[in-house]
């Protein structure tokens, strides 16, 4: 299978500034590759280097050394981009703009055609299961169903990959299990999805693969299944032993 991405070496530093006086290397030698329609989880404590690897993938920061690369193109070029969707860690969107003009403003800067970008605002929202409350506000909605407009958002392109930092935090088990079912359905479609997460139980769910990282270092990669009958324990023990963690101590 051909890979979607591929990560080969990559360091990421980010140097000294004035609020940070030290300069900090957030990846270090990180290769992983993802295949197509792979659903590929992300996994690591707080500060272990998951977001800065997907900013690479992104463009938004270059690598220090290393490489990327999106459909075997390099990140640096542009066009590497125009087949992926992204939900940040953090959204903010204008709140006075209801979810059908969000997704109408993310279209046009697509350069969607007008009666294209319609039937897809329609797709997404059916998706996303926020049709109903379309010309709502964002203001007026609960975070579950924010979080669930940001990947109406990302998926407004007709991506075929989607980059997903932290796609169900601080969402409930109901909202949880949503975007559990919106990421199902997107392997179906057949497409790739990269998210990071720290619910490990949606984790072993929902991923073909995951990649442990820590401190910037991959420690573990492979199946769930794999790595729970190797180390014969749980994914929470198996995280927990991969990154040094002693309940004990
Ligand atoms: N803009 C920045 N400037 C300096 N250091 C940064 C910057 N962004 C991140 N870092 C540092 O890089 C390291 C990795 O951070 P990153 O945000 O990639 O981790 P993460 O795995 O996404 O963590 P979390 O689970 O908390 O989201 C951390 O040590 C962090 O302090
Ligand atoms: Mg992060």
Excluded: W
Aim: proline share 4%; aromatic share 8%.
């Amino acid at each position: 299978m051909a890979a979607i991405v591929k990560i080969e070496e990559l360091r990421v530093d980010y140097p000294a500034s004035r609020h940070n006086e030290t300069a900090r290397t957030a990846v270090e030698n990180l290769s992983l590759e993802i295949a197509e329609g792979e659903i590929f989880g992300f996994l690591g404590p707080n500060g272990a280097g998951k977001t800065s690897t997907m900013k690479v993938l992104l463009g938004f920061i270059p690598p220090t050394s290393g490489s990327a690369r999106l459909f075997g193109v390099d990140v640096q070029q542009p066009i590497a981009r125009q087949r992926i969707g992204y939900l940040p860690e953090q959204t903010y969107y204008y709140s006075f703009l209801t979810a059908e003009e969000l997704l109408r403003f993310y279209g046009r800067l697509f350069a969607i055609a007008p009666e294209q970008l319609e039937r897809r605002i329609d797709d997404v929202l059916k998706l996303v299961e926020l049709e109903a409350v379309r010309k709502q506000r964002l203001k007026t909605y609960s975070k579950g169903m924010q979080q669930r407009a940001g990947l109406a958002q990302a998926l407004i392109n007709n991506p075929d990959l989607l980059i997903l930092d932290e796609p169900t935090s601080g969402l409930d088990p109901i909202g949880r299990m949503k975007v559990r079912e919106i990421i199902q359905r997107l392997k179906n479609e057949g497409k790739t999805v990269f998210f990071s997460s720290h619910e490990l139980g949606e984790v072993e769910t929902v991923c073909d693969r995951v990649a442990i990282l820590h401190r910037g270092k991959l420690m573990a990669q492979g199946k769930v299944s794999d790595l729970v009958s190797e180390h014969q324990a749980g994914l929470e023990q198996v995280f927990l032993k991969i990154i040094g963690f002693n309940s004990e101590a």
